[in-house]
């Protein structure tokens, strides 16, 4: 028997083994589908609630807004610091004018206003006139002494024969509007000094508002003057220190009449005749 030679042919390797190697790619996982959550219910609109409420003929009682405990303010107390300054504040003096008094240095105002009345003699004519005086000013006026002897009108030094009163600030310029009233709100140019003060005479007190005739006083005339000053005029009469109020601060005659018409309402000009 013949031998059959043995398959010296190495086993070829098969397409699959020689085919290149492909990396295999991991498969990717699949996406698990979570249910959605649950939608909160919307709430319903005003006009929506409103149909609702109609419909079903109920009717919601409104809630209270809420206020802050800050914001609340007790029953009796003021609400702001303002109003709390207005009560607080004590009733105008009847002697206070409504208009303010300009506080600037070079704004003039009234300094003071004296008023005399000249009895002529000691005794009661004296004493009516200190009576009107006093119920004219709300203010007890003082005597006044002669300085020398008349006998042609029976006058003895050091007599007490006439009476005023010296008034400032409001009280001042509220006499001064009473006593304008009574001579018509009309003074003569020549009755103002070329510093500006002035002064003018009343024949009867009875002319002044306010003013009523009594049998017991019976009439009589009396003298007014005033003073017209800027802020600073002190320096001229304090004790210490004193010092001249210069020339350019000093109020001149033009001013003066400028001041009274626009603060009075007062006409400057010489009678009509």
Same mark, same amino acid.
């Given at each position: 028997? $013949? $031998?059959?030679? +043995?398959?010296?042919?190495?086993? %070829? !390797?098969?397409?699959?083994?020689?085919? !290149?190697? =492909? &990396?295999? #790619?991991?498969?990717? &996982?699949?996406? #698990?589908?979570? &249910? *959605? !959550? *649950?939608?909160? !219910? /919307?709430?319903?609109? *005003? =006009?929506e609630a409103e149909g609702e409420a109609t419909t079903e003929g109920e009717l919601k009682p409104e809630e209270p807004e809420a206020v802050d405990e800050a914001e609340q303010v007790p029953e009796g107390e003021p609400e702001s610091e303002e109003e709390a300054e207005v009560e607080e504040e004590p009733e105008e003096e009847r002697w206070r004018i409504e208009e303010p008094i300009p506080s600037s240095m070079r704004a003039i105002k009234i300094g003071k206003v004296v008023i005399n009345i000249t009895a002529g003699k000691s005794g009661e004519p004296l004493d009516r006139a200190i009576t009107i005086l006093e119920n004219l000013t709300g203010q007890r006026p003082c005597t006044r002494r002669a300085k020398q002897t008349i006998r042609t009108f029976g006058i003895r030094k050091n007599e007490p024969i006439a009476c005023m009163v010296t008034l400032r600030g409001p009280r001042a310029e509220a006499i001064l509007n009473k006593t304008f009233s009574a001579i018509g709100k009309r003074i003569s140019p020549r009755s103002f000094d070329r510093n500006g003060n002035f002064a003018f005479g009343i024949k009867e007190h009875i002319d002044i508002p306010g003013q009523r005739y009594d049998p017991k006083l019976g009439i009589i005339g009396m003298d007014v003057m005033a003073t017209v000053e800027r802020r600073g005029y002190r320096v001229a009469r304090r004790r210490r220190a004193k010092s001249k109020v210069a020339m350019s601060h000093r109020v001149k005659r033009?001013? *003066?009449?400028?001041?009274? %018409? #626009?603060?009075? @309402? =007062? /006409? =400057? @000009?010489? +009678?009509?005749?």
């Open positions: 028997m $013949e $031998e059959t030679p +043995p398959n010296t042919e190495e086993a %070829k !390797p098969s397409e699959e083994e020689t085919s !290149p190697e =492909v &990396p295999i #790619q991991p498969e990717e &996982p699949e996406e #698990q589908e979570f &249910p *959605a !959550p *649950a939608s909160e !219910p /919307e709430e319903p609109s *005003a =006009v033009e001013e *003066a009449i400028e001041f009274i %018409k #626009q603060r009075f @309402g =007062v /006409e =400057v @000009g010489l +009678p009509s005749d």
